[in-house]
């Protein structure tokens, strides 16, 4: 069975996945490129004016775009079972905050990706034992590669977009795992 790793990462209204909403979503397929995006609409959401001003979501518009949480799920899960039968999500922090946020608001999706996920965390960190060098140092090196190719594949999109992060994870876990596919070629 092969293994297929989704770049995964949400845009929320708060770190507390008790009481924050996700507002979008990315998704991005490590071995084929295919992406997926959401944007999810609310009715009377509770906001950490913060959140907004990392992620940069015009809350406002996602009510007249988005989509309710059930038809986002049952979208996501279609295009999930598309990629694979065994999928791992991988992301910064993606077990520890992202699947969270999905268990109680995107179940069907949710039960899609199998118990373990790939954390870029800690690739990093087993990098850095490997190359007796720090954590922030091989950061260093990994990330600002990571940006610039995905500002070179998606240019019209910014740090903190979902889709964007989803690419600068999935550019990252190849440097970490010297994995390069087809459709990261840049031209």
């Known amino acids: 069975m092969l293994t297929t790793y989704i770049g995964f990462d949400i845009e929320t209204t708060s770190t507390d996945p008790n009481k924050g909403e996700i507002l979008t979503l990315g998704a991005v397929n490590f071995q084929t490129g295919a992406e997926k995006y959401l944007e999810f609409r609310h009715q009377g959401l509770w906001i950490v004016p913060q959140a907004i001003e990392v992620n940069k979501i015009d809350v406002a518009s996602?009510?007249?775009?988005?989509?309710?949480?059930?038809?986002?799920?049952?979208?996501?899960?279609?295009?999930?079972?598309?990629?694979?039968?065994?999928?791992?999500?991988?992301?910064?922090?993606?077990?520890?905050?992202?699947?969270?946020?999905?268990?109680?608001?995107?179940?069907l999706s949710y039960k899609r990706f199998g118990y373990r996920f790939v954390d870029i965390n800690s690739l990093l960190e087993a990098r850095a034992l490997v190359e007796g060098k720090s954590f922030d140092l091989v950061s260093r090196l990994v990330f600002p590669q990571a940006d610039e190719w995905a500002k070179a594949k998606k240019p019209e999109l910014h740090k903190h977009h979902a889709l964007y992060d989803c690419y600068t994870a999935c550019y990252a876990f190849a440097l970490l795992t010297d994995r390069e596919q087809e459709w990261m070629a840049l031209g």
């Open 62 to 107: 996602l009510h007249r775009t988005g989509v309710p949480y059930d038809e986002g799920d049952s979208e996501l899960l279609a295009w999930l079972n598309e990629q694979s039968s065994l999928i791992k999500a991988l992301g910064l922090n993606v077990g520890s905050f992202d699947i969270p946020y999905l268990k109680g608001r995107l179940p």
